[in-house]
């Protein structure tokens, strides 16, 4: 089939929240506040641009399922159109513009949020971007290389994470402006990402999920979807303390 893009991705609500707010994107495919545990891995050609994104409605807001499968559901659609960092930035501009008047016309939804994180991927880049704490990590052979930027105060001594989140697409009363991260990444056959929210990146310690990453590739049963299902059990042995997004994103020849 020529280059291709392999995508192993699931979403659960963890062991302490009582449902899942958070959305998930792959290419057109979108999964919002549902529940799986089985990892789902689908196949696209590498060629015209393709979305993979985390959105993590924020907690303790009215509606975060609504404003992440909002999100989620925007990319998937704009997905095909965003064939370079200045569209990606307009995209999350607009879709932070659409958070926000969703809320207007329903009250119940007032200060509904969500952060996002994800990556578009062309024949020679990675574009990665997000607003807000979901993360985008490359896994390379010496671990996790984060190319995200958590928008979120510098954490003091003996602290590894934090819930003030600086910056989200929504998530205020009325329309606040946001400067979406976005970087552009070369990319190669072999290329391997990790997307995901922040429910499992603050129980699980980076050099852990590397290693679970390294042993499960390796391994005699490897696959991305097992290497997808070790970092979900990870969370969840962790406490699984909110909600589990993730996304193992592989480029092969």
Known sequence: MGPYIAVSALSHEGLVREHNEDSLTVGPWTLCATVTTNPQTLLFPLGPPCVIAVADGLGGHPGGEVASALVARRLAADGGALDGEEAVREELLACNRAVYAAAAEEPELAAMGTTVAGLVLLPEWALAFNVGDSRVYRITGDGLRRVSVDDSPPLPPGRRTTSVVTQTLGGSLGLTFVEPHVRAVPLTAGDRY??????????????????????????????????????WKAAIEAGGPDNITLALVRVGA
């Not at 997307?195 to 590397?210: F, H, K, M, Q, R």
Request: include cysteine.
């Open 194 to 231: 990790l997307v995901c929210s922040d429910g499992l990146t603050d129980p699980v310690p980076e050099e852990e999920l590397a290693g679970l990453l390294e042993r499960s590739f390796e391994g005699a049963d490897r696959s991305d979807g097992r290497a997808a299902f070790e970092l």
